[in-house]
């Protein structure tokens, strides 16, 4: 008898303790800020000069794995135009293994052209803690401008925090 009600007990316990948990780790209303490298010849266009993309950015779930997001980045070229760029997207989490998927489009704009990039994404959201999460991506940006010459593939790693 002893036995069986030290039994129910820890159910009882395990239960509300399971019912304490803090929401799921992409849910509504949550705030993303980020920050991301790319570059560092770890992508493919015809445009082959060693370059880095440094990026922030910001989103909202606006649903249960669904985001909105805004992009600030500068693109360091060595041999050729430095770009700014800004954009915008979507992504979808799968909450069950972390994995995302992004579409959205970039305003580049250097002294030499202007030019509106389409992109999408596919990355792993790895989190190092409840809200701290290491992302490792690959990504696929059309050029509108030129894309035999400014498209490419690429990958890139970034660093991202979950706020309530």
């Keep these: 008898m002893k036995k069986m009600l030290f039994t129910m007990l820890c159910g009882l316990m395990f239960s509300v303790a399971s019912q304490a948990q803090d929401r799921l780790p992409f ?8 920050a991301n490298l790319s570059g560092f010849d770890l ?9 880095m993309n440094m990026a922030a950015k910001g989103g909202y779930l606006f649903e249960d794995d669904w985001m909105v997001t805004g992009t600030l980045g500068y ?13 915008a997207g979507l992504r979808y989490y799968i909450e069950q293994n972390g994995l995302f998927l992004g579409a959205g489009a970039n305003f ?6 202007d030019d509106f990039v389409p992109n999408v994404e596919v990355g ?3 989190f190092l803690n409840r809200t701290v999460t290491l992302e490792p991506a ?19 790693i970034g660093i991202g925090i979950y706020f309530e």
């Design 108 to 113: 580049q704009h250097n002294s030499a052209y």
């Design 43 to 51: 992508n493919w266009s015809k445009d082959q000069s060693w370059h």
């Design 75 to 87: 693109d360091w070229h060595k041999v050729g135009n430095k770009t700014l760029v800004l954009g």
């Design 27 to 34: 849910a509504k209303d949550k705030i993303y800020a980020a």
């Design 138 to 156: 690959v990504y696929y940006n059309l050029s509108l401008k030129d894309p035999s010459q400014y498209s490419g593939f690429g990958l890139r």
């Design 124 to 126: 792993y959201a790895y």
